[in-house]
């Protein structure tokens, strides 16, 4: 897996790119999109396994923990084009999937697995991507300016229970805390050092950019 900062290099080479040639930006292919004639005698166009798609949020970031899966959907911002400048997947179509807890030489991090992807016509189709792990953690502890830390962040529902522990919020839903698969231990060891760590994703720098991990075929239109 190649390491988060690395993609996100890539990714702002790639739009300083498109600023220098006012060209739609192109998508991160290792060889050109390739074409397959199908029996039915319709061509159709597949985008290579390993192409990097480049994906935006509209948060700056999100917060959950190392064990916390949760679903959200990301935007493309911009046309996805082949060699030859034919429009692959449209500007501002969706992307569909879940944060999913995931392991990096050791260190305990959170990836995204794409599923579905919605054309902005609302046509949908299934997509096997995922984004590098991202393992950067941040400590959030009581009273250490906590709102700062989670301004203009998409926070799990997990990591909320727990830093709103943590912050003495009085809308903490303590049922929650018993009946959520362990989030009893983890709530008990937030009061006991009052302390919490998170995973802190920044989606709009290239965290959440996905690798195709098989050949997506794009639909007849």
Known sequence: MIPWHRCKSGTAALMAMAISTGAIVPIL??????AQMFPSQFRRIAISRGAVIPTKYPKDKI?????????IELEIPNNIIDNNGQVLIPANSKMKGKLEPATLN?????????SELIFPDGRRQSIDAV?????????????????????????????????SLL?????????????GGGLGAA???VLRRQRVTVLMIEPNKGDLDVSLRSDFVIPNR
């Open 131 to 163: 984004s590098n792990i991202i393992t950067r953690k941040e400590t959030i502890r009581k009273g250490a300016g906590t709102r700062k830390i989670l301004e203009g962040a998409a926070v799990g529902t997990v990591a909320s229970v727990l830093i």
């Open 187 to 189: 709530a008990s060891a």
């Open 29 to 34: 292919l290792p060889s050109p999109a390739t």
């Open 167 to 179: 912050t003495g919020d009085n809308k903490v839903n303590f049922w929650e805390i018993i009946t």
């Open 106 to 114: 050791g260190e305990e991090g959170s990836q995204f697995v794409a």
């Open 63 to 71: 917060i959950v923990t190392p064990k916390e899966t949760k679903s």
